[in-house]
């Protein structure tokens, strides 16, 4: 069964950092494309990065560029999300996901959700 959990959310306040977690389990990981989106109440579900199944390309949403850092660890199984100078607008809950063919900006392209974890970022 393939699972994807995310931890390390939590509150900050504006400025702080915070640093999200995403372990796989039962698919071959290292294979997959792996995206961090986000989605805040009564919004939409919206890209806020992306990287490609060897680490060489990352990609990141306008909002969150210069600010946040997209890595993984393939012997681990797990990617990563560093956030800088985190604002209020930053707040929502944090999804990992995993698409099996490239890289996307789109959720419903990808294969595979984590259960998502909550960033809330005070003024």
């Known amino acids: 069964q393939v699972q994807l959990v995310e931890s390390g959310g939590g509150l900050v306040q504006a400025g702080g950092s915070l640093r999200l977690s995403c372990a796989a389990s039962?698919?071959?990981?290292?294979?997959?494309?792996m995206g961090w989106f986000r989605q805040a109440p009564g919004k939409e579900r919206d890209f806020v990065a992306g990287?490609?199944?060897?680490?060489?390309?990352?990609y990141y949403a306008n909002s969150v560029k210069g600010r946040f850092t997209i890595s993984r660890d393939n012997a681990k199984n797990t990617v990563y999300l560093q956030m800088n100078m985190l604002k209020p607008e930053d707040t929502a809950v944090y999804y990992c996901?995993?698409?099996?063919?490239?890289?996307?900006?789109?959720?419903?392209?990808?294969?595979?959700w984590g259960q998502g974890t909550q960033i809330t970022v005070s003024a």
């Open positions: 039962g698919l071959p990981f290292s294979t997959y494309a």
């Open positions: 990287i490609s199944w060897d680490g060489r390309n990352t």
């Open positions: 996901a995993a698409n099996r063919i490239v890289f996307s900006r789109i959720p419903g392209n990808y294969d595979f």
